[in-house]
């Protein structure tokens, strides 16, 4: 779970992609300015016209800090959408982001098959898959963006006060005119009584208790079936002694992820 890895950044347009340039220790609003000045807008330049594109990047602490943001207006003025720039995008929103939805998947899963044996051959194959990436694919996934901006904006349109949004969020800055939370926390860090104070009509907090191993066990199974595959019992065995230590639905969801990557299992 702690193995070391690597820090990359990558864009993807509907040419191909740009990258990827890779950080050797933590990312700093220092250390991501002079990756912007020194490789990656040069890169874009080298591709296309700088004038004539809009440059985005997420929310984290790095991307927003001031010099980070002057530098992004003197290159990219009115034309880079992030947190604190001329173009705000919604937090949190992996499902309208081509590098959320698309790339970073596909290049991990190219990537681990390759089963890199140390740092250098986990950058080498993430340079060899993303450079091998079809332009065609890259040019489906960005243009799948105004559809999914639509399907965003049909949804609020429909959204009435008996049709209701369900909302996923894994931190308490987001909550907004929420009126109930179902929960699957089992108290951890008294969230939840820290919720009942913030949601006006305390019955509207539903908490989901562990699951049994038995039925922890069945998610499993229909999670893997749905991709297709399965386990070996000695994996079975493995997950069947963490779900002895804890069986919470979020434990169960986090134990899916893990098991997905492996490479040991049975096609059906």
């Not at 864009?11 to 191909?16: A, D, E, K, T």
């Not at 996934?141 to 209701?164: F, G, I, M, W, Y």
Request: proline share 5%; glycine share 4%.
């Amino acid at each position: 779970m702690n193995a070391p890895g690597v820090t990359v950044w990558a864009g993807i347009w509907s040419g191909g992609i740009i990258g990827p340039f890779f950080f050797r220790d933590t990312v700093t609003a220092e250390s991501y300015l002079e990756k912007l000045r020194d490789e990656i807008v040069p890169a874009i330049k080298s591709r296309m016209n700088l004038e004539e594109i809009f440059y985005m990047h997420d929310g984290a602490p790095a991307h927003y800090a001031q010099s980070v943001r002057y530098f992004l207006h003197e290159t990219f003025p009115d034309r880079w959408i992030g947190r604190r720039g001329p173009i705000e995008w919604p937090a949190r929103s992996p499902d309208l982001t081509p590098t959320d939805y698309f790339l970073w998947g596909v290049i991990k899963d190219r990537v681990y098959a390759t089963k890199p044996k140390d740092l250098q051959e986990l950058e080498d194959a993430i340079i060899t898959e993303m450079e091998s990436l079809p332009e065609e694919l890259c040019r489906r996934a960005c243009q799948s963006v105004p559809e999914r901006l639509q399907l965003c904006k049909d949804l609020e349109e429909r959204t009435t006060a008996v049709n209701h949004y369900i909302c996923y969020f894994d931190s308490l800055d987001q909550l907004s005119s929420v009126d109930g939370v179902i929960s699957p926390l089992s108290g951890i860090f008294n969230i939840l009584n820290t919720l009942r104070y913030i949601i006006d009509n305390r019955e509207n907090i539903v908490q989901i208790k562990p699951l049994s191993k038995e039925l922890a066990t069945t998610v499993l199974k229909v999670c893997l079936a749905h991709q297709h595959r399965t386990i070996t019992n000695t994996y079975w065995t493995l997950v069947h002694e963490r779900l002895a230590k804890s069986n919470t639905l979020l434990y169960v969801k986090l134990v899916f992820n893990e098991i997905a990557l492996w490479k040991s299992y049975i096609k059906m």
